[in-house]
Every structure is written in C-alpha cells, then in structure tokens.
C-alpha cells in the first residue's frame, strides 16, 4: 500500500499535536516513514487539524493519506477507510473533518483526490510528549500493515 | 419562581463558555451571565521556565492568535534583557518590520476566520435560519466561488506567516532583542506578484473588500435590526501612536467615551496604577476595569469596534475611505452597535491587506541586521509587552530573576477586557429575544451567541486553559432539572 504512495503526486498528511500523548500518532507515522526512508517521493506534512486551506492544498494531488489518531474503541488498533465527500458541518475555526475537506474541495475546485483516511487508536491526550505504549504498539501494526499490503 | 436557560457551550467560539439566562414567572428576563468554565493555568505553568522560553510557550495557549501571544511576549522579553526605553536601546527597522509584518499577516487571516467562517453565515442566511444552513458550510454549498475566493485570502496570509515564523502555527520569528530571519527577494515576489497557487497582493486587496460589500449589503437590509442590537455602552481602549490614531503594534493605551473624550492616555507599563480586575464565583474570567471609575462606569470595550472609535484615521487609502464612513455614520460619537463590530473587522481587513502589500514593498523586510545586544548590565528583568491582537489590546508581563527563571507572570487578554462589556450585551439580546416569550426558539437562542461572537471572544485565551471544548447546548430549570439537551 505504502508504495502505491511513493510517488511525488502523492500526499501523506499527518494530523495532531505531539505534545498531547497519543494526538501526535499522525506525526509519529510520518517521523516513522522519514526515519525508515521507506516512502521517498510522496510529499510528506503535518498539521495540527485541518483547515479550509486544506481543500486547496489537496487539490495539487493524485492521492491523499490523512493519518490522524482516533479515540473510538471500536477501532481496536487502526482503521483504514475511504472518506467521501460530506459537508457534516464539523467546523469551527479549529478543525474540520476530512469528509468536509473533500467536499469543500469538491464543490470551490471542482476536484476531489483519491482519498484514505488511516485512524491509528490512542488512548492518553494529556499534555505530555510522547505515546503511550499502545498507541506506539498501533502504529507499527499500522504501519506494518501498509507496508505489507497490495 | 424563575426559570433559567442555559446555552452551554456557546458555540462558533474559541473554547468553553455557558450562558444562562433567568426569567420570572412573568417571562421577563431576570439576569443573563456569560460563565466562562475552563480551568486557568498557563500563569502559574511557566513560572520556573527560563524567560527566553515565555513567547514560545505562551503563544500555545491559542491555534489562532499564537501571533499576538507571541509578540506581546517577544516585547515584554525585550524589555527582560535591556531593549526599550529603559536603555535607549531599540529593534532594528528589519526587526520591527518583520513583526509587524507577522501581526498584519495574523490580523487578516484571523479577521477572515471570524468574519466569513463564522460570522457570515448569519447574516446570508438569518439568525432563525435552520443551524444546519447558517454555518459555513452552508455557504460553501451557496456560494462556492465566494468561498474559493475566501480560502485564497486566508491562504495567502497562512503563507506570510510561514514565511516569517517558519511554519503555519507557534512557528518562532522573535527573540530577545529582534527576529531571527528577514524575508527573501523570492518571499517578497511571491506575495507581492502571486505564484502558482497563490494570489497576489493586489488580487488580496481586492477580496479584502469582499467582507464590507457584504456588510454594506446585510446593514442596507436590515438597518433597523442590525443597529438596535445590543447597543450597549462602554469605554472604547486602544493602543495609539503619538497622534492617537491606532498602532496595533506599540505605543500608548488610550481610552475614549462617548463622546470620544479622552478618559484615561497612558503607558502600558504602567497599567498595574490604572486597572484592576474583579472577580466573580461564577466564571474564572476575571473584569478588568479603571480602578478609580469603578467596574460599572470604569470597563472598557477593546477589539474592531473599540479600536475603530478611538481612532481619527488608519494610514492606508482603501480603510481610510471606509473608516470615514464609519464615523460618519454615528455623527462622531463612539459606536456601540455591537454588530458594527463587524463592519469595523471588514475595514481592518482591508487595512491589513494594505499595511502589508507596503511592508513587502520596504527594502528594510529583507536586510540582515536583525538583533540588538544590549550590554549585560542593562538587564531589567520585568518586562510588558502590549500589541492590538485582532480581539483587542493584549497584554504580557512577565519577571525573571538574576538566573533567568521566570518568576511572575500576568496576562490580559482582549477577551477578558471585554468581559463586562459582553454580559452587557447578553443582557441586551436577552431582554430583546427571550423576554416575554412563552416559547424560546432555537433562533432566539442563537441570538444570544450572535452578539457573543461579534466579539470573536477566545475563552481559552482569557482563561489561559489547558483543555477540551465540549458541544453540549443545555436548558435547565431554576432547580437544575434540565429541561432538554443537544449536542452540537
């Protein structure tokens, strides 16, 4: 999967915030892929949450993998989907959902990339850097998984 | 017996506040109260930090105006080490250029935010408009060429801030003393000229007008209503340059009534001798207000509306324009429309665009001489550091002793300084929208927010919290048997 990616018309985006524990799995998926050089030539970012600048920014892409933490618990330890475009009027002025991302994209670019969203489960969000020892268990089976899968 | 309401949280702002509202058995609005109910921190949390480390950390308490929390540190710090009036010494122009070229580029994208994201959808669609239409989603489903132009706006001020602090949020420009980079003649063409992908200075001027066709549009139909909304009185602050017009970077706090008197002109250092802040048990916001007048007839509005009152003029043609219009409106008397509140912010818009299309065209944005070293003897160790952030007049103070450790810390935020000026205004749209009803609507709830985020108040800010910001509206009784619950 990782190496449908590898390619510079590819977007890899990691959403968080690293000092909040388990919220920095989006980053740590990129800092993983950066140490182990095992995805060169997609473009590589992180954010803090999304932003309507967002639907611009994907718009210069073929493909787009959000990589972003999850609290629910029916993801046991990582979930990979593929969002469709929705406005589901998630926005405030600090976040908004990748569904509505898409669609914003959609509707002011007229273009939507092929999208996949990678929800890692995390467990601890207190403001601490550093995961938790599940949360850094998840990620290497989610990375692990991306790596192997064709 | 009374009932009260609660619209908990208040919804399209930055962080978690409640309002209840109390009404008789007549209906009639008793008591209407903004609680702001996060947990206040950061004042105590970097006291034992090093004090170069104070602008970093502290501009984590906001994802919005981590700029102005940046700045009004990074001045305070300058004072810390010796740069000021104290020694003489001063920031180079490439240092005090970049800064305000950061703060301009943070003024328009925040403006934008509050404006078209928030604030828009309400007046396109109507205060009783379904919520799931009066939201800015709603608009991009409306008018997607409007909100491709929007992105675009707030995307080339994203960029700018990219450009001097190195990356789109908490991004670092300055220290002790100056910045730690000036731009290059690439930067200055790109956001003079556009690129791929990206405006340029004179497309920005132009979407920046956008907001105040639009209020131009809205105000012309529905005068009556946008005017007799919370017209609530208070004391207009600003920081002003030597001509009492508005510096959103540095000069003297000035504070008009009115009549646009002059109350109270004087040093930000020495605010500590003219306000003071009254506590409530009901909300961790404190009410700043000027100790001698008293917090009834002594609190202060800051922020668009306040600063746009206290002004005579703004430096650059296109807000200048709009400004005289503006005052002419209310035949030189302060405005305290507080739905004006958004005209002013479309005028600022425009006056950002303008100030930093004429920054990027300053040599001075891309020379070296970045940093002043005062001598090791002309440490002071306090220092206050006050900028207009797009809310209103923020304030950093901070001590370090002789080993560099933070040991006080104080902050007031524009939010807090609007405290009571805001309850005022809850008040208003209270006894306007609720008083008297038998029934209470979901729009007449939503009035209640709307004269809330006219302000753009940042609660998180104003309580410096450290936390979650639930979405939970709830109506409960004066025994607290809650009545019905939504979450949004």
């Not at chain 2, 030597?242 to 002059?262: E, L, P, T």
């Not at chain 2, 009834?296 to 600063?307: E, I, K, Q, Y």
Request: aromatic residues 8%; charged residues 25%.
């Amino acid at each position: 999967m990782l190496e449908f990616f590898d390619d510079p018309r590819s977007l890899i985006y990691g959403i968080g915030n690293c000092g909040r524990q388990d919220d920095g799995l989006g980053w740590a998926f990129i800092d993983r892929l950066e140490a182990r050089q095992c995805a060169s030539r997609p473009n590589l970012c992180r954010t803090y949450q999304l932003n309507l600048e967002d639907a611009d920014l994907i718009r210069g892409f073929a493909r787009v993998l959000f990589v972003d933490a999850t609290k629910d618990p029916a993801v046991s330890s990582f979930a990979l989907t593929r969002p469709e475009p929705r406005l589901d009027f998630s926005f405030t002025s600090h976040a908004i959902s990748v569904p509505s991302i898409l669609a914003t994209a959609q509707q002011c670019f007229g273009y939507v990339p092929e999208a996949y969203l990678l929800a890692i489960r995390g467990y601890e969000w207190e403001l601490q850097t550093g995961l938790t020892e599940p949360a850094e268990h998840n990620l290497s089976d989610a990375l692990e998984f991306l790596s192997s899968y064709r | 017996m009374t009932t009260r309401l609660e619209i908990d949280p208040v919804t399209r702002i930055e962080g978690h506040g409640k309002v209840t509202v109390e009404l008789d058995d007549d209906h009639n609005v008793v008591d209407a109260k903004l609680h702001v109910v996060e947990f206040r921190g950061y004042e105590k949390f970097i006291q034992g930090h090093p004090f170069w480390e104070a602008p970093i950390l502290m501009q984590r308490i906001c994802g919005i105006c981590f700029v102005s929390h940046h700045l009004a540190g990074a001045k305070a710090l300058d004072e810390i080490v010796g740069v000021g009036p104290a020694s003489g010494v001063y920031l180079t122009p490439t240092a005090l250029k970049m800064r305000r070229l950061g703060h301009y580029a943070q003024m328009l994208q925040s403006h934008v935010t509050a404006y078209f994201y928030l604030v828009l959808p309400e007046m396109l669609f109507g205060i009783d408009a379904p919520p799931e239409q009066r939201n800015f989603l709603g608009l991009i489903e409306a008018d997607p060429e409007l909100i491709k132009r929007v992105v675009m706006l707030r995307k080339w001020g994203q960029e700018i801030l990219v450009a001097v602090f190195g990356k789109r949020m908490h991004g670092i420009s300055s220290i002790p003393g100056g910045v730690n980079k000036s731009l290059t003649a690439t930067d200055v063409n790109r956001f003079l000229h556009g690129a791929e992908g990206l405006p340029s200075v004179d497309r920005v001027i132009e979407d920046a007008q956008l907001g105040l066709e639009l209020f131009y549009d809205f105000h012309a139909k529905h005068r009556s209503r946008v005017d007799s909304f919370a017209n609530v009185p208070a004391l207009n602050m600003s920081l002003v340059d030597d001509d009492g017009n508005v510096d959103y970077y540095d000069g003297r706090i000035k504070i008009v009534d009115d009549d646009k008197n002059v109350v109270r002109e004087f040093d930000y250092r020495d605010y500590l001798d003219h306000l003071s802040e009254g506590v409530e048990k009901w909300s961790y916001m404190k009410f700043p207000f000027i100790t001698d007048l008293g917090r009834d007839a002594g609190s202060v509005r800051v922020g668009p509306l306040a600063r746009m009152n206290v002004t005579h003029t703004l430096s650059t043609p296109l807000a200048q324009q709009a400004l005289e219009k503006f005052h002419a409106y209310t035949g030189g008397r302060a405005n305290n429309m507080t739905l004006h509140t958004n005209w002013a912010r479309t005028i600022e818009i425009i006056h950002a665009a303008e100030v930093v299309r004429d920054l990027l065209s300053d040599p001075d944005v891309q020379k070296d001489d970045l940093v002043v070293t005062p001598s090791a003897d002309a440490w002071t160790g306090d220092g206050v550091g006050v900028v207009e952030a797009p809310r209103g007049t923020l304030l950093h103070h901070y001590r370090a002793d002789r080993d560099g450790s933070v040991t006080f810390a104080n902050l007031i935020v524009a939010t807090t300084q609007n405290n009571e000026v805001l309850n005022r205004t809850i008040r208003s749209v209270a006894e306007d929208y609720l008083g008297g009803q038998t029934e209470i609507t979901e729009g007449m709830m939503n009035a209640i927010e709307v004269g809330i985020r006219a302000y753009d108040p940042c609660l998180s800010c104003a309580t410096h919290a450290l936390g979650q910001m639930p979405l939970i509206v709830t109506v409960v009784d004066a025994g607290g048997r809650v009545l019905s619950e939504r979450v949004r």
